[in-house]
Antibody
């Protein structure tokens, strides 16, 4: 069964840091682009960032709201995706999901598998 | 940046009826890289439709997607109580970040 499991969420003070992890199983993790998406309580989905695969130089992209504060990385040997979050703000409070990008041409590169999410609360 | 606007915000229908959800993009994008997701409370989003009109694996044919350019539609026929959820459209045109989602349409089956 193809699966993504996030961990690392919790309560952190404004200005603090947190590192989220997402472990993949049931598919060849290293082949896929991987993304982070978040959802503030009672709100909609917000794309956070992407990391591509080795063949695409592990290039990254970020939402404007997190650029310069968040870093997406991966360790293909551990089938793991990470989100390092620094200088956290109360607005970063959300459930954070990791998502797999399907292989194939542009039309197929959809977010097809999602983790169950991990909650991050930024509060003093 | 491509902005997606969904309408209506909330839709209340009865079992057996048809639901039509709209998603309008601020500009067109390539290869109809538009997806629809269903999200129920406390759950992760579930992929329904990609490429504007292709059903994902295991999605019943009651769900159909259509549209191109800047106007897209998700249609749910023969509504069932389990279809109560929030539905999001999403542009995933690789290289055209941010990969924005619409604000969602809440579907209530009364």
């Amino acid at each position: 069964e193809m699966q993504l499991v996030e961990s690392g969420g919790g309560l952190v003070q404004p200005g603090g840091s947190l590192r989220l992890s997402c472990v993949a199983s049931g598919f060849t993790f290293s082949d896929h682009y991987m993304d982070w998406v978040r959802q503030a309580p009672g709100k909609g989905l917000e794309w956070v960032g992407r990391i591509r695969n080795k063949a695409n130089s592990y290039s990254t992209e970020y939402a404007t709201s997190v650029k310069g504060r968040f870093t997406v990385s991966r360790d293909d040997s551990k089938n793991s995706l990470y989100l390092q979050m620094n200088s956290l703000k109360t607005d970063d409070t959300a459930v954070y999901y990791c998502a797999r990008i399907r292989l194939g041409d542009k039309r197929l590169k959809v977010f097809d598998i999602w983790g169950q999410g991990t909650m991050v609360t930024v509060s003093s | 940046e491509i902005v997606l606007t969904q309408s209506p915000g909330t839709l209340s229908l009865s079992p057996g009826e048809r639901a039509t959800l709209s998603c309008r993009a601020s500009q067109s994008f390539s290869d109809n890289c538009l997806a629809w997701y269903q999200q129920k409370p406390g759950q992760a989003p579930r992929l329904l439709i990609y490429g504007a009109s292709t059903r994902a694996t295991g999605i019943p044919d009651r769900f159909s997607g259509s549209g191109s350019g800047t106007d897209f539609t998700l249609t749910l026929s023969r509504l069932e109580p389990e279809d109560s959820a929030v539905y999001y459209c999403h542009q995933y045109d690789n290289g055209r970040s941010p990969y924005n989602f619409g604000q969602g349409t809440k579907l209530e089956i009364k």
